[in-house]
């Protein structure tokens, strides 16, 4: 198997023989689930809009590098939105995403993004053991 892939393999050292150690390196890609909030109320905007403002604070806070960065929205609902960026890149996403305000194009009003859940897996932002946020 690749080196760089998730694998299985017998943990020796184990004191139960036969148990199996899992373990699971370099995801390939990094999930957030976020919310668009802003001063004042928006008019809701469609999946495009959304993805420009992402694109938008990338290019802001990390310059031409940072609007580079893919962003894929994986499920959207105004103002929510699941989105999935490369791992290597993950951090900096999320500090783009919570540091930096920008305003609306529709009527300036300063808006943010906000990070609800994030994981490396899919499964850890479409569900929760909490209450519907």
Do not use: C
């Amino acid at each position: 198997m690749a080196s760089d892939s998730a694998h299985m393999e017998i943990d020796q050292s184990s004191p139960i023989p036969g148990t199996l150690k899992t373990t699971i390196s370099k995801q390939p890609y990094y999930y957030f689930a976020i919310t668009l909030a802003s001063s004042s109320p928006a008019a809701p905007i469609d999946v495009t809009q959304y993805h420009g403002y992402i694109t938008m604070v990338l290019t802001q806070w990390l310059g031409a590098i940072g609007g580079g960065i893919p962003v894929d929205i994986l499920d959207y609902s105004y103002p929510r939105a699941t989105i999935r960026v490369p791992h290597t890149n993950h951090k900096s996403v999320w500090q783009a995403m919570t540091l930096n305000p920008f305003s609306l194009l529709s009527d300036n009003t300063q808006a943010y993004f906000q990070v609800l859940r994030n994981s490396a897996f899919a499964m850890g932002v479409v569900t929760s053991s909490r209450k519907s946020m």
